[in-house]
């Protein structure tokens, strides 16, 4: 079906969708045409993925979900079975977690059978998988077990995925979620290089600062309503993040003066073989520290090696034994029934466990809930909590701000201070440059294997000039 | 397809013919020589990957030892253990459910390390005629396996940190130790299946290109 260039490449119409009934999306429309772009932003809960899912069909014929109202994408109607069955050849898509969308063990094998899918023969598959790796400079690793891939070697091989059926369309929801500025700059690449081609691109992000001036249409998701949003709106945007991060002067090299808490030197890092070095590191009582770089640098294994998870290859680490590490999926840390439960367990420290229902600002609507069943950044907050009961004198947080928006985010800056003022300190790996703005006293940048100390205004223009945010 | 000794389709029927006479069969000396090999085997083939396997089944013994002591303790006196009398029955239960599992864990942990996701889909679809999602869902099921040994090994370790048990012992643990690595996998799994259902899987096997695509590829 060839797609007029005056025709609306995806149009919504008073769309309305839900999971029992349609009342999460209310009455939703938006229209973009031939190398058009339009991005929708909006704050967690809003409804953004039930948006995505209902345009696409996915949640009326996938999940059973309700959707009333008109879609049209590719000339195709994806509300109507027979139509959504063909929408795959229409469009391109890449969804929040490269870790999520990968099926096969190899990239070759990902990508020839998404071809296959289409009817391409297993050779024609092939060779085309092959060319659509060599663009996004995968071709060496064709064959490598998709395990063995960095975090950004596994986005390019899904921006391959979503692209190697040359689709007129590309859809994309929360492409930065769990992605650094390395990775931003690459889906920023592929909404230009898509427009440049004439194909129609919809972005659905909670995160539009990186990426509101690549286009000229943006609405607003909030309480189910869509909005078109107007520039002169920016400030009255609380829950969603339109603004740079002003990343400040330099002032220099600060120390501080309270007693160290973990200091290393010559330190070597990984499992089994270095992947990560750093000659000296420290932290001192009170202090928050932020170790940046890009997916698969080693942050997360020196936290790991720092809360004693893990052997240091080379070197060793002295300092207060009391460290805890909160992972980055914080379901990893529950073990109770409920919240309650959780945070009143009674192999914590009885002093610290007494405040923390105080911490927790939904307790009395949510106290009797299963942690598994809170949102994400109520799971977040939960897992550090858990962790001060333990009253630690470190405390290592594996990217705190993933999946937060604007009013969680805020919510965690002020905790976190709070733990600092209370005298303990806090290891962070982030690749978010607003947690150094608010948050670090120090940064440990990682490149190139090696991890050293750079100034916190250095570290901070560099991650928005590497995601190719206009300032 | 595959340049493999045993095609998938083969392999499939393999696994699934022990798996079933794991059930029917009664001789621990049978059951342990269905073992040795496949046990042997899938290291060979996949080392560390099938690791966690036989880590399970050996987690499940003590399970299996006291439900043989519950259920089945009777025959000729075999030994006393804490001053309980243990019966030759009891021992030989222990031993054929215990066989059993192994059985069905060795061949199961052969075939995720022989083949790979791709070539199970393949062998299924094409060899087997197995419907696609059948096909599709089972070659997935390898693809978490490696997967969930991972979080596995991650959420020992934070709950070790948490002044708990790192191997689950009680059924209360080990409930509290599936909930967090069944909801990762679900997760994982439900998000995989919108994209597979986006990147055309319902079309598979009923859709040849078109004439102006294949033209298009050419150039």
Known sequence: MRLQSDEAYVSIEELSAGYTKPDVILGASLRVGKGEGALIAGPSGSGKTTLFLAMTGVLSHLLEGKVEGKASIGGLDPLKLEDYELLPSKIGIVLQDPEKQIAMPTPIDELTFILENFGYSREEAEKRAAEALKSVGLQSKANFHVENLSGGEKRRLTIAASTVHDPPILLMDEPTASIDPWGIAEIRGLIRSSLDKGMAVLLIEHKPVFFKDLFKRIYILRGGKLDKFEEKDEMSIRDVDFSVKECGEEKGKDIGSGKRVIEARDLAVGYGRAILRAEELEMREGEIVAIVGPNGSGKTTILKTIAGFIGPIEGEIVGERRRFYVPQFPDMLFIKRTVEEELRDQKMDPRARGSLKDLFPWYSSLKSSNPFRLSHGQRRWLSILIALGYDPSVLLLDEPSSGLDLILYNKLVDLLKRVKNSGKSVMISTHDPRLIVDLADRVYYIQDGRMAEKGKSEACSELYEVAGVVR | ?219
Not at chain 2, 128 to 135: D, E, N, R, S, W
Not at chain 2, 183 to 201: D, K
């Open chain 2, 1 to 219: 397809m595959s340049d493999k000794m045993l095609s998938p389709g083969a392999g499939f029927i393999y696994a699934l013919s022990l798996t079933a006479l794991a059930f029917i069969l009664r001789s621990e000396i049978v059951l342990l020589a269905m073992v040795i090999p496949n046990f042997l085997l899938s290291l060979y083939y996949g080392r560390k990957k099938v690791a966690w396997v036989y880590v399970l089944i050996l987690i499940s013994a003590p399970g299996i030892f006291l439900n043989a002591l519950f259920f089945s303790n009777y025959g000729t006196l075999y030994t006393t253990i804490l001053g309980r009398p243990i019966y030759s029955n009891c021992i030989s239960s222990f031993l054929i459910v215990f066989l059993r599992i192994a059985v069905i864990g060795s061949v199961g942990a052969f075939f995720v390390s022989y083949y790979t996701p791709m070539e199970i889909v393949k062998g299924l679809e094409k060899e087997l005629h197995f419907p696609k999602g059948i096909a599709f869902s089972v070659a997935y099921a390898f693809r978490l396996m490696p997967l969930i040994s991972k979080d596995f090994s991650e959420i020992r370790k934070v709950r070790k940190q948490r002044g708990y048990r790192a191997f689950p012992l009680t059924a209360e643990e080990f409930i509290t130790y599936a909930a967090p690595l069944l909801r990762i996998s679900y997760e994982r799994a439900f998000w995989t299946g919108v994209a597979m259902e986006l990147r055309g899987f319902r079309l598979r096997g009923k859709r040849r290109i078109s004439s102006r695509e294949q033209a298009r590829f050419e150039k």
